[in-house]
């Protein structure tokens, strides 16, 4: 469908073309390449989501804002050939409806074509307001239970990930990625662990569902609250990882920090048959 509502049109961002939203309290820009949130601007704050400036154009991958991984995160659980992070981010979703509250948040709602009978329907709710919210909702449409692991892989904008600081991880297990092991995290993340500073590849297991993302650079305080996941994913690349990205500019690594609420790891979802799953953020902003 072609957008309709006032305050919304079609236009482009950083070259992508994308629905554009205006609120009388936030802007956003979602592709629909990917159903993927380029842009959430809220009232007196800069933009939360990072984009690359040398980010990929559609067909490819979109590097920032929000992808959409499904119906698999990374590759677990299938062969070393298939696209990392599923196809969702890739593929051509539809706008499947655009309405508006009676204070002008607007919510819009999109889903994934599926055009090869596969038996997982995907959709996704986005409603921009004060807050920006997020639900991905899966329908096992087959006659035969199936399983799914999934991430919204939020590239939060931060003036400097060097000084930023993560709440609410301390005593939960994670697996780092880097060595195949577990730790128990201490504290506050940060990019500053002795073990292995300067880098964050973590998958946290069950967690709970309100993290804070401290941007002291900027004076703000982003606040992440999760449904329908026991997981966690922080990432940052660090210098030398930012290196190995044609993606990515070299001090790209200092703009962003990716909390990535998930089902991964050992938070792998059973979807009976007839059965669904949904996966949701709320992303807000305050100063700090």
Request: hydrophobic share 35%; with cysteine; proline share 7%.
């Given at each position: 469908?072609?957008?309709?509502?006032?305050?919304?049109?079609?236009?482009?961002f950083?070259?992508?073309?994308?629905v554009?939203?205006?609120?009388?309290?936030?802007?956003?820009a979602?592709?629909?390449?990917?159903?993927?949130?380029?842009?959430?601007?809220?009232?007196?704050?800069?933009?939360?989501?990072?984009?690359?400036?040398?980010?990929?154009?559609?067909?490819?991958?979109?590097?920032?804002?929000?992808?959409?991984?499904?119906?698999?995160?990374?590759?677990?659980?299938?062969?070393?050939d298939?696209?990392?992070?599923?196809?969702?981010?890739?593929?051509?979703?539809?706008?499947?409806?655009?309405?508006?509250?009676?204070?002008?948040?607007?919510?819009?709602?999109?889903?994934?074509?599926?055009?090869t009978?596969?038996?997982?329907?995907?959709s996704?709710?986005?409603?921009?307001?004060?807050?920006?919210?997020?639900?991905?909702?899966?329908?096992?449409?087959?006659?035969?239970?199936?399983?799914?692991?999934?991430?919204?892989?939020?590239?939060?904008?931060?003036?400097?990930?060097?000084?930023?600081?993560?709440?609410?991880?301390?005593?939960?297990?994670?697996?780092?990625k880097?060595?195949?092991?577990?730790?128990?995290?201490?504290g506050?993340?940060?990019l500053?662990?002795?073990?292995?500073?300067?880098?964050?590849?973590?998958?946290?297991?069950?967690?709970?569902?309100?993290?804070?993302?401290l941007?002291?650079?900027?004076?703000?305080?982003?606040t992440?609250?999760?449904?329908g996941?026991r997981?966690l994913?922080?990432?940052?690349?660090?210098?030398?990882?930012?290196r190995?990205?044609?993606?990515?500019?070299?001090?790209?690594?200092?703009?962003?920090?990716?909390?990535?609420?998930?089902?991964?790891g050992t938070?792998?979802?059973?979807?009976?048959?007839?059965?669904?799953?949904?996966?949701?953020?709320?992303?807000?902003?305050?100063?700090?």
């Open positions: 469908m072609t957008p309709s509502l006032p305050g919304l049109r079609v236009g482009r950083q070259d992508i073309e994308a554009c939203v205006d609120t009388p309290f936030s802007t956003a979602i592709s629909l390449h990917g159903a993927q949130v380029l842009s959430f601007v809220p009232q007196g704050f800069g933009d939360v989501m990072w984009l690359s400036p040398d980010t990929r154009h559609p067909p490819q991958a979109i590097r920032g804002g929000i992808p959409v991984c499904w119906p698999y995160f990374a590759r677990q659980g299938r062969p070393d298939v696209p990392q992070h599923g196809y969702a981010r890739t593929s051509v979703w539809n706008l499947a409806d655009a309405q508006h509250d009676e204070d002008g948040t607007v919510m819009l709602e999109f889903a994934l074509p599926n055009e009978g596969a038996a997982l329907d995907l996704m709710t986005v409603r921009i307001g004060r807050a920006l919210e997020q639900s991905l909702t899966t329908h096992n449409r087959s006659a035969e239970p199936q399983r799914l692991t999934q991430a919204l892989h939020t590239y939060f904008a931060v003036a400097d990930a060097a000084q930023a600081r993560a709440i609410g991880l301390d005593g939960l297990t994670y697996a780092n880097y060595d195949s092991r577990d730790y128990v995290q201490e506050e993340w940060n500053h662990d002795p073990r292995d500073p300067g880098r964050s590849d973590r998958i946290y297991a069950d967690t709970g569902n309100h993290f804070e993302l941007d002291p650079a900027a004076r703000r305080r982003i992440l609250r999760t449904s996941s997981t994913v922080v990432w940052n690349p660090g210098a030398e990882g930012a190995t990205f044609t993606d990515m500019p070299p001090e790209g690594w200092r703009r962003f920090v990716c909390l990535e609420v998930a089902n991964a938070d792998v979802i059973e979807l009976a048959p007839g059965a669904q799953h949904t996966l949701g953020q709320t992303i807000t902003v305050s100063g700090l």
